[in-house]
């Protein structure tokens, strides 16, 4: 099993919908979660980051962390075209960036 | 401003070249480091520099070599590589090695070895 588990997708909604992504993950000691979002042929970009359980919204886009589920996920209110990208979660204990364990991301589309 | 710049962004070489590539950030970060990504693959860490020192060398082949002449600037001297290093080449930096900060991606170097 692998320690961080992210629906890959496909993923395609209608421009306006909301998006739900979501990890799942297995190492209790994971306290720091990322979203970053990937265009095609490009860098990661740092989207959302937030500190063991709660919400955090930034514009269009909510993080939702349940320590207890072991479960994170990114929300899209509004949909866009231009969201149409790779969503990868990453998370890691505290201490070391190296122990930044990536989802395997989920492709989504977005459609105008 | 967060920014991390990498050079070049495409680059083709032979299996018997040298090349290097390069990565700068002015956020005063201490934490800088190389990825590889393959197509659909999440990145995958190579090397971490931590206060220009090389911290983690994730068991990389040695025909990659990492170099930091300054906590702004990381090179990655590439020699003798395989078809296989065909990647997406990333680099990375945050506030520190050990602290929390966010982890900042630059474009990316996408390499082509013939």
């Known amino acids: 099993q692998k320690e961080v588990e992210q629906d890959p997708g496909p993923l395609s909604v209608p421009e306006g919908a909301i998006v739900s992504l979501n990890c799942t993950y297995s190492?209790?000691?994971?306290?720091?979660f990322m979203w970053y979002r990937q265009y095609s042929r490009k860098g990661p970009e740092l989207l959302m980051y937030?500190?063991?359980?709660g919400n955090k919204e930034d514009g269009r886009f909510t993080a939702q962390v349940d320590k207890s589920s072991k479960y994170i996920s990114l929300f899209i209110r509004d949909s866009q075209p231009s969201d149409s990208a790779t969503y990868l979660c990453?998370?890691?204990?505290?201490?070391?960036?190296?122990?930044?364990?990536f989802g395997s991301g989920t492709q989504l589309t977005v459609l105008p | 401003d967060t920014e991390v710049t990498q050079t070049p962004k495409h680059l083709v070489m032979g299996m018997t070249n040298k090349k290097s590539l390069k990565c700068e950030q002015h956020?005063?970060?201490?934490?800088m480091y190389w990825y590889k990504q393959k197509a659909k693959k999440p990145p995958e860490l190579m090397f971490v520099?931590?206060?220009?020192?090389?911290?983690i060398n994730e068991s990389v082949p040695s025909r990659f070599s990492p170099e930091c002449p300054n906590s702004s600037l990381l090179n990655l001297h590439l020699h003798a590589l395989q078809p296989e290093d065909s990647a997406l080449y990333l680099c990375?930096?945050?506030?520190?090695?050990?602290?929390?900060?966010?982890?900042?991606f630059g474009e990316g170097s996408r390499l082509t070895v013939l």
């Open positions: 990375a930096s945050s506030e520190g090695y050990s602290n929390t900060g966010e982890l900042f």
């Open positions: 190492n209790s000691a994971f306290q720091y």
């Open positions: 937030t500190y063991s359980s």
């Open positions: 990453a998370m890691r204990a505290s201490g070391s960036a190296r122990q930044l364990t």
């Open positions: 956020m005063g970060h201490r934490a």
């Open positions: 520099y931590s206060y220009e020192k090389l911290s």
